[in-house]
């Protein structure tokens, strides 16, 4: 027969690292949209200044879920910025000049790296 003590106590050690896992994931998510951040950043047109100094990083949690999203904002207005929104897609008068999608493909495998080194060493804590 198999001995099967200190399942409670594996239990527990199961249940506090989960406990530790959602207490930091909101760092966690601000980690992983860091580098998708900084690339984006980097391949945005600076052209007119509409998108100047507008790029910003949200960090939303609800329930046991945390969400990051890297985003362009109107800063006087609080909304989302048309102009990111013209540079991304182009108009009929102007190419587009895109730098989201470009930024996520070329730093997404780094996000994943930054989102699991900072759970690996809070976890470790």
Same mark, same amino acid.
């Given at each position: 027969?198999?001995?099967?003590?200190?399942?409670? !106590?594996?239990?527990?050690?199961?249940?506090?690292?989960?406990?530790?896992?959602?207490?930091?994931?909101?760092?966690?998510?601000?980690?992983?949209?860091?580098?998708?951040?900084?690339?984006?950043?980097?391949?945005?047109?600076?052209?007119?200044?509409?998108?100047?100094?507008?790029? !910003?990083?949200?960090?939303?949690?609800?329930?046991?879920?945390?969400?990051?999203?890297?985003?362009?904002?109107?800063?006087?207005? $609080? !909304?989302?910025?048309?102009?990111?929104?013209?540079?991304?897609? $182009?108009?009929?008068?102007?190419?587009?000049? %895109?730098?989201?999608? %470009? $930024?996520?493909?070329?730093?997404?495998?780094?996000?994943?790296?930054?989102?699991?080194?900072?759970?690996?060493?809070?976890? !470790?804590?």
């Amino acid at each position: 027969m198999a001995d099967f003590s200190g399942m409670a !106590e594996l239990e527990a050690a199961i249940a506090a690292k989960i406990r530790q896992a959602q207490a930091v994931l909101p760092e966690v998510v601000k980690a992983g949209a860091a580098p998708i951040f900084q690339e984006i950043d980097k391949r945005m047109p600076r052209d007119t200044g509409a998108t100047e100094h507008a790029l !910003e990083t949200i960090v939303s949690v609800s329930g046991q879920a945390a969400t990051a999203t890297v985003q362009v904002r109107d800063s006087a207005f $609080g !909304e989302v910025n048309e102009a990111a929104v013209f540079l991304e897609f $182009g108009t009929s008068k102007m190419p587009a000049e %895109p730098s989201f999608r %470009p $930024g996520f493909s070329a730093s997404k495998d780094a996000a994943v790296q930054a989102a699991s080194a900072t759970l690996k060493a809070a976890l !470790e804590k």
